[in-house]
């Protein structure tokens, strides 16, 4: 067949169509192209999106919460990480076999997992929080469909009640709830951080591109705490409430040199590790936050204005008898009665009459001044959590018999921790410091509030009322000389005072020549027949003493004999 | 010129086969390097707990409980002190 001869052939066609086809094809590719330059080019950033997120994952980077350790070092407050399984409860549909071995792995009923599961209307429940990593592990190897784990931390006291109070405790969150742990929640908190990494098939990572946020450990915390003082305080305190059957109790121990707060401890307390049954009055910091009506504890002030304004000297001779005085109305006694005082004997009998008449010759003005000045009434700025400022009315208010009262402690309310801080006057010769919680290294600036001869006499008197002929006998410790004062006090109820209960306390200071502890400690409402400051709180507070200076190697600056009781019966009884 | 292009073809190939192989090898010391930040990250919690450890065996209450009860140990009584001041002691 001779196609050249076909007719089909010569048949010529018009030169436009094969034209048009031409840019047909070249519109085409103009436009493939443009959209080429425009997908990587210009609008790049949603396609580099789903590119990476095919390979780079975002890590978050755990960070540990400081430590607390106490002024030697000794670890108080450690978290570890733990882990808490959570499910989606629409996914999660363990076997029967499965779920018996979750419960037992979780020591939990199957009941109460089936429940968690059966919410379908969460997409996240907690099935169990805090559980070891051990657990966790065999937790995993179940691999029960919907089930995942986190991590967490768990914070642990190895003290358990011993310190519950000053260090407080963290949420399931790792977050400060109370006490020192709230009060430096910024310090000790840490700071996760996430890094961007290529993660291959298999979930390993490969390579490091970014670190979005570094994370940062949270800081240790040296607290001023020393450890053995504060277990003996502790363990002391425990016995005392025991054996007076008393409601509630609270030491305090502050070192005079630096104002560090050594140990504080309250009773009932709780264990920080196991908070299942906690109840208010387990958690209540006492010796920071309750205030009571001091007592007695509270005339050597009286007495350091007097003698300060110049208007008694130690030896000046005050008139007691007939152990009452009658101000509008009221009328205030003495427990001993005594024809005449001197002002030391004052606060060593500890008598109210006396301290009345010598509160009635100063101005309620350079009382409340002299309060103030030692820090009642207002925050005694540890730094804890709810910090009580106790109260001091506004000495306009006050009328005479106010006055007086005042004078031995009632009428006025204090805690625990400022009256050891206000004690501290006298042991650092009319300073007040800053008190601390957290270890210091330098002594800090200190306030003079009275004349260093007015502190030295209150402290020879205080050393007095701690002989056998003061009310305070039992405080005494073989080989340091000390100094304190006791109170007791009847209790509030409604507005009236408690005919039957009290508030027995003891602040003071040891050795005397050269102070370097104060303690005070504070028994509420014993009941087991005794009640007076001289013998619930005084051999409470010489037990402490005692096993705190030997702790601290203090050197004795007293004789070595026995100490000297007076005979049974015959001890000075304070006014109440 | 057929003998440069051949050998610049040949050298191109080496290098591209040196960037495969560093980059492996850059992934494999990463990869130990994770390991290893891991395995510092274990310890770090282990030294955690074994410190906690060692504070609950040394609780206070426990040496003391130890030490009166098992070893029969107290506090010497007061008759039988002797204090030894510095200035005593030089003599």
Known sequence: ?576 | MVRLNLLLLVVLAACALGLVTSQHRARRYFGELEQEQERSRQLGVEYGQLQLEASTWAVHARVERIASRQLHMRVPEAKRLQIARPEEAAK
């Open chain 1, 1 to 576: 067949m001779n196609f050249a001869a076909s007719p089909v052939l010569d048949l010529t066609l018009p030169v436009w169509r094969s034209r048009f086809l031409l840019y047909v094809f070249v519109a085409g590719f103009a436009l493939l192209l443009g959209r080429a330059v425009y997908l990587q080019g210009l609008n790049n950033d949603f396609l580099q999106a789903k590119g990476e997120s095919r390979y780079s994952r975002v890590m978050e980077v755990p960070a540990n919460r400081g430590r607390v350790l106490d002024r030697n070092g000794e670890a108080l407050a450690i978290s570890t990480p733990v882990k808490s399984i959570w499910a989606i409860p629409g996914e999660a549909h363990p076997g029967a076999r499965q779920l018996a071995r979750l419960a037992a792995l979780l020591e939990m009923p199957q009941a109460e997992i089936d429940k968690r599961l059966a919410d379908t209307g969460r997409d996240f429940v907690f099935v169990k929080r805090q559980i070891s990593p051990e657990v966790a592990e065999r937790v995993a190897s179940l691999h029960i469909p919907g089930l995942f784990q986190n991590r967490e931390y768990r914070r642990y006291y190895p003290s358990g009640d011993v310190m519950a109070h000053v260090l407080g405790f963290t949420g399931a969150d790792d977050i400060g709830q109370e006490g020192v742990e709230l009060a430096f929640q910024e310090r000790l908190a840490g700071k996760p951080g996430s890094r961007r990494v290529i993660k291959d098939r298999l979930g390993q990572t490969v390579e490091d591109i970014e670190s979005i946020k570094a994370a940062q450990d949270g800081n240790d915390l040296t607290l001023a705490l020393d450890a053995r003082i504060q277990n003996l305080a502790f363990s002391h305190l425990k016995a005392a409430v025991a054996q007076n059957r008393a409601k509630a109790g609270g030491v305090v121990v502050l070192d005079v040199d630096t104002g560090e707060l050594l140990a504080l401890a309250n009773f009932p307390t709780y264990n920080p590790n196991n908070r299942s049954k906690l109840a208010g009055a387990q958690l209540r910091n006492r010796a920071v936050t309750d205030t009571f009506e001091p007592g007695s504890t509270l005339k050597p002030f009286t007495i350091a204005l007097a003698l300060e304004a110049g208007r008694v000297r130690p030896e000046s001779v005050i008139q007691t008898a007939p152990g009452t005085l009658s101000i509008g109305g009221a009328t205030i006694r003495d427990a001993h009665v005594e024809r005449s005082l001197t002002v030391a004997q004052v606060i060593q009998k500890s008598s109210n009459v006396g301290a009345a008449k010598i509160a009635l010759g100063l101005s309620p003005e350079s009382m409340w001044e002299m309060f103030r000045d030692v820090g009642f009434g207002s925050v005694p700025g540890l730094g804890f959590p709810g910090e009580a400022t106790g109260k001091v009315r506004p000495y306009r208010s006050w009328r005479p018999i106010e006055q007086a009262t005042m004078s031995y402690g009632h009428g006025i309310a204090v805690s625990l921790v400022q009256l050891a801080r206000a004690y501290s006057v006298f042991a650092r010769d009319g300073e007040l410091v800053p008190l601390s919680l957290v270890r210091v290294d330098a002594p800090p600036v200190g306030r003079r509030v009275m004349a260093p001869k007015t502190a030295a006499a209150v402290r020879a008197m205080l050393e007095m009322a701690v002989n056998r002929d003061g009310t305070a006998p039992r405080a005494q410790i073989m080989g340091y000389r000390v100094a304190g004062k006791t109170g007791t006090a009847h209790k509030q109820e409604n507005g009236a005072y408690a005919p039957d209960k009290y508030v027995s306390s003891f602040v003071g200071f040891a050795p005397a020549s050269h102070p370097r502890l104060v303690i005070a400690v504070m028994i509420d409402e014993p009941s087991a027949g005794r009640y007076y400051g001289g013998t619930v709180a005084a051999p409470l507070f010489a037990q402490i003493m005692a096993g705190a200076l030997r702790a601290l190697d203090v050197a004795p600056d007293g004789p070595m004999q026995p100490i000297e009781l007076p005979p049974e019966g015959q001890e000075v009884k304070e006014s109440v």
